[in-house]
């Protein structure tokens, strides 16, 4: 039996990733075979480019080669990864999926949403999720979060993160469009509060999947 197909969006900060160890503990421990992955990355290709995407050094990438950078590393990563894993019967959790490309580069940076989704398609072939959680915080959590982060792992924010409050807004406002047009498949979750409180929320809603 196909597996489950299981994505995590928001926008920076809101806890996503500190969300989805927990997910991956909390099935391990009821005996489902999951894998855990991210974009951009989970591939040796994938990691490469999430480095060029993320490097401050070279010329940044304009918008379109922005975009097809995120959608080759989609490519390899749901070929090589995503679709031989669900069809061996595993589940797969997935930090940012499809919603981010067309959160960020389309309502964020403004691209076409249709180009996005024809080329979007075309990387995927077919591959969508079963379930997307979207996680939700204020922009002032989501500050405080990051900024918790930085002094935590001695990082600082990087291109996207530093693209300002406007375009953040814009793919926050996104979110929410792409959840309004797929309620089935898109649920939104009150990402507020402390880690304990979040995952008893996620899991609450889980717990009758599993
Ligand atoms: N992108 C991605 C696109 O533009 N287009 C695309 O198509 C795709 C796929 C990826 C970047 O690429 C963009 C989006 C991103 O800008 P990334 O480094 O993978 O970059 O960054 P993010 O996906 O944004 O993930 P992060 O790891 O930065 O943030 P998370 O996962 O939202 O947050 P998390 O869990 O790391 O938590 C952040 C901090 O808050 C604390 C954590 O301990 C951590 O310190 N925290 C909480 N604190 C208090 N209460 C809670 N409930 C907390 N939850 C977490």
Redesign the pocket.
């Known amino acids: 039996m196909r597996g489950k197909f299981i994505t995590?969006e928001?926008?920076?900060?809101?806890?996503?990733?500190?969300?989805?160890?927990k997910l991956e503990e909390k099935l391990r421990s009821a005996g489902i075979d999951v894998i855990k992955t991210?974009?951009?990355?989970g591939t040796r290709l994938s990691e490469l480019i999430?480095g060029l995407?993320?490097d401050e050094e070279t010329d940044p990438p304009c918008d379109r080669a922005?975009?097809l950078l995120?959608?080759a590393?989609?490519a390899q990563l749901a070929k090589n990864v995503i679709v031989p894993a669900l069809s061996e019967g595993k589940w797969v959790i997935s930090?940012?999926?499809?919603?981010?490309?067309?959160?960020?580069?389309g309502y964020?940076?403004g691209l076409d949403l249709d180009a996005i989704k024809t080329a979007n398609d075309f990387a995927c072939a077919g591959l969508r999720p079963d379930l997307t959680l979207l996680?939700e915080?204020s922009s002032e959590?989501?500050e405080?979060?990051?900024r918790?982060?930085e002094a935590?792992?001695s990082t600082s924010a990087?291109r996207?993160?530093k693209?300002g409050n406007e375009f953040h807004a814009r793919?926050r406002r996104g979110f929410l469009e792409l959840a309004a047009k797929e309620p089935e498949r898109i649920k939104r979750i009150d990402?507020?509060?402390?880690?304990?409180?979040?995952?008893e929320r996620i899991w609450n809603y889980l717990k009758p999947l599993v």
């Open positions: 995590f928001g926008g920076e900060g809101c806890g996503k990733s500190t969300q989805i160890l991210r974009e951009p990355g999430r995407l993320k922005e975009l995120f959608l590393a989609r930090d940012r999926f499809s919603d981010s490309t067309f959160a960020y580069q964020g940076r996680l915080v959590t989501a405080k979060r990051m918790a982060r935590k792992s990087d996207i993160e693209a793919l990402a507020e509060g402390d880690i304990e409180e979040v995952w």
